[in-house]
């Protein structure tokens, strides 16, 4: 029988934390303050402008091209991780609650792998921006915590995995 409440409660706790995850992934994708700059102009004017992976603000926003480079490979790796999470959060979704597919562990275990890409592509789209940026902030943040919930959802399904009879 598929549902919530039949599910395990590990599996229960890797559906919730997925969830978290790819919410605070795809805020912080997709908002502006991965990182900020103070500036003045010639009249002496202060300027605040702020940096997201895909528009820039000061005070008016502009979109910014696909980069190359660091920029480049931050917004490729953290796409990747975004899509990859959500992929992962539909496996898990199919596993807990479609009844042909409630236990099959080889949808669980493209799902484990799924998130482990996500895992891996946003944190290492984070750490890439971190050595590169200055002045991090909120956006950038939200992208590390969910890199960093998407490390710890492996880490359990992993464990979930390796129980005898678990799937």
Known sequence: MAG???AGTLVKIVFILVISAV???LIGFSTVSWSHAHSADQYGHRH????GLW????P?????????????ATQALETIGLVAGFIGLILIVLYIFINKLAGNRTLFITSLV?????AGSTLLGVVIYGVHGSALSWS?????????LYLVTM??????VSKPNAI
């Open 4 to 6: 919530f409440r039949s």
């Open 23 to 25: 919410l605070f992934h």
């Open 48 to 51: 605040i402008t702020y940096l």
């Open 55 to 58: 528009i820039a603000c000061d």
């Open 60 to 72: 008016h926003c502009f979109r910014l091209s696909p980069g190359f480079g660091w920029f480049g």
């Open 114 to 118: 799924a998130v482990g890409i996500a």
């Open 140 to 148: 950038f943040a939200l992208a590390v915590i969910g890199g960093l």
């Open 155 to 160: 880490a359990l399904m992993l464990v979930h």
